[in-house]
């Protein structure tokens, strides 16, 4: 699913999610579905990474490596 986060919108994995619910109610995993979407819902702007990349803004994981990058070489 994190790939899927990196390139589509988030609200089309969660309506992804809403119809394997839908096709399968019983399934052993179904409660562990709904803590996802649950989670995902609540971080819906947080977690918008195409609209981020579109944006050009910098994604968390790159900062930290510039950061580290940066400390590693001035010391």
């Known amino acids: 699913m994190s790939k899927q986060l990196g390139h589509q919108p988030p609200q089309r994995i969660i309506n992804e999610l809403r119809l394997l619910q ?3 109610p019983e399934h052993p ?3 562990t ?3 996802a979407i649950g989670y995902l819902e609540k971080r819906l702007s947080m977690i918008d990474y195409p ?3 579109a944006g050009r803004f910098p994604l968390g994981q790159d900062m930290s490596k510039a950061a580290t990058k940066l400390s590693c070489s001035s010391g």
């Open 22 to 24: 839908r096709q399968h």
């Open 29 to 31: 995993e179904a409660e």
């Open 33 to 35: 579905i709904e803590v």
């Open 51 to 53: 609209f981020f990349v």
